[in-house]
């Protein structure tokens, strides 16, 4: 302990006086290396480690491979690491209301104006001990996938592979569910385990899961959130120098999350052209499906955070 006290009071005067070294952080995933849902987060690594060229550095330890999806909030909490890429529904037994992110239907931009962003800052204070830095996907709605067609906005029967992205939606509508992490859908379809499973609109061909999909139901519903968080105290030790390496790079990776939007139509049609065919809700049925989705998401944050959940359904919601 009293050794440990002294490097501490060593490393504070040495950050005041002398230049400062080099500081590395820390990184992990969520989500698989090079795929759809880490791409981003990898680019915003490689301009924190160009731009901050011995100022400071990330050490990318990697994805699920190096810790599994839902224990990779804690393990910002507790610094574990220093930096994360991961989903508010990968958390949500930390922060239940992190998973309100996908409820979203106002741009990033607008919900830092409008007192929003700093509402959930401070719950991210409090419960993770952690700083938001940037959502880097948006825009991007899920989807349920299915082996199994149906004809109306009923789940009755179906077992579907869920996070808590999806759970209270399709339970709403009769399915039971299973909760896994991505990297276990393909064998979950592959053995039959599961008649299907929710994932955005993008990433269905990263695992080949392609292979194991007939259906897609349609309308898409919510919008995917993907962020980057760095623990407070990770954040605080560092210099102003740093601190403006790492802010200026969340800032300009969030600034690109719609772009990915883009990449929407290109899965739309790479998934026509696998031969996955499209169930679409048309009229009154789509709009049952959507507002079902909306209204089951909303109910579920606000029993979970009796407290903050209406709150953050004025912030995130769209202007009547
Ligand atoms: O389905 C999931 O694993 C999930 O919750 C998610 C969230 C954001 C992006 C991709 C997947």
Known sequence: MRSTFIAGVVVVLAASTAP??????????????GTEFSK???????????DGKGVVKINYIGGPRAMPPFEVGNAVRTKVVDIANVTGAFYTNLMPEADAWKLTERPMAEIR????????????????????????????????????????P?????????????REFFQALGATVVQTAPGEVYTAL???VVDG??????????????????????????????????????LAKLNDAQRKVILDAAAWIEAQASETAKENQAD??????????????????????RAKAYEAGWAAIIKLSPEHGPKLKEYFSKAK
């Not at 981003?40 to 160009?50: D, H, L």
């Open 113 to 152: 104006k409008n007192g929003g962003f700093d509402y959930m800052a401070k719950i991210y204070d409090q419960k993770m001990n952690a700083v938001f830095l940037a959502r880097h996907v948006d825009d991007n709605p899920f989807h349920l996938y299915l082996n199994k067609k149906i004809d109306k």
């Open 40 to 50: 981003n987060f990898e680019r915003f690594i490689e301009k924190v480690n160009a």
């Open 154 to 166: 009923d789940l009755t029967g179906l077992k579907l592979r869920i996070t808590p992205v999806y």
């Open 190 to 192: 592959e053995r039959g």
């Open 197 to 234: 499973y929710g994932w955005p609109i993008t990433g269905i061909f990263d695992l080949g899961w392609h292979e194991k999909t007939k259906y897609r139901v349609d309308p898409g519903f919510y919008s995917a959130e993907v962020s980057i968080l760095i623990n407070k105290n990770s």
């Open 20 to 33: 400062a070294q080099e500081v590395t952080l820390r990184a992990v995933s969520s989500f698989a290396e």
């Open 268 to 289: 739309t049609a790479r998934q026509k052209a696998a031969g996955i065919e499209v169930i679409d809700f048309k009229g009154a049925d789509g709009e049952a499906w």
